[in-house]
């Protein structure tokens, strides 16, 4: 087992430029997005309730394997030793 200090991206958190980016990026996007003469500029218009559960359905069925799958790694380590490694 792993302890957290190993894990991919645990020192991530460490760098302060990291966060100013995601922060950068939360303060720009309502500007991109909001003002009707910016849809206007990119070309874009709202989309419909259906359409944002189609996109989440979409995304959700991509993301849960991916993200489940250093569980089911160590979970299943044991009994397919031979496939994993």
Do not use: K
Not at 31 to 58: D, K
Not at 68 to 84: D, I, N, S
Request: glycine share 8%; with cysteine; net charge positive.
């Amino acid at each position: 087992m792993r302890t957290p200090a190993q894990l991919p991206f645990a020192h991530a958190l460490d760098n302060r430029w990291l966060f100013v980016g995601i922060g950068t990026m939360i303060l720009l996007q309502p500007g991109l997005t909001c003002p009707p003469w910016m849809g206007q500029i990119l070309n874009s218009a709202p989309i419909s309730l259906e359409a944002w559960g189609r996109v989440m359905l979409i995304a959700f069925v991509g993301y849960a394997p991916i993200t489940t799958e250093p569980w089911r790694r160590l979970r299943y380590a044991g009994e397919h030793h031979a496939v994993l490694t």
